[in-house]
């Protein structure tokens, strides 16, 4: 049965870090493009950071320089390292898979594309 489970939310204080981790079982990475997306209460869902099949990555600019995406196809996982976190990160996050159609920005931008959904793990940066 193909499902995603994300791990490692939480609360944290602004400046802080956190890693989250998709673990992916019934299929196996290769081919696929996992997506990290956020939605916070109200707004739309967005992608975060993406990495695909073919080795490229792709962060939002709200992120880009603090979130670092990474995958080990072998154990079936994909994480996501955030770092100086700011308050308005607060959302919940989710991963999510797709085969590789296109490329990483695209794929990324267009949450509406994607076959597979974690549950979503909770991140909250307050003080």
């Known amino acids: 049965q193909l499902h995603l489970v994300e791990s490692g939310g939480g609360l944290v204080q602004p400046g802080g870090s956190l890693r989250l981790s998709c673990a992916v079982y019934?299929?196996?990475?290769?081919?696929?493009?996992i997506g990290w997306f956020r939605q916070a209460p109200g707004k739309e869902r967005e992608g975060v950071s993406c990495?695909?099949?073919?080795?490229?990555?792709y962060y939002a600019t709200s992120v880009k320089g603090r979130f670092t995406i990474s995958r080990d196809n072998a154990k079936n996982m994909v994480s996501l390292q955030m770092n100086s976190l700011k308050p308005e990160d607060t959302a919940v996050y989710y991963c999510?898979?797709?085969?590789?159609?296109?490329?990483?920005?695209?794929?990324?931008?267009?949450?509406?594309?994607?076959?597979?959904w974690g549950q979503g793990t909770q991140v909250t940066v307050s003080s």
């Open positions: 999510a898979a797709r085969p590789t159609v296109d490329s990483v920005e695209n794929m990324c931008t267009r949450f509406y594309v994607y076959n597979y």
């Open positions: 990495s695909s099949s073919v080795d490229s990555t």
């Open positions: 019934g299929f196996t990475l290769e081919g696929y493009t």
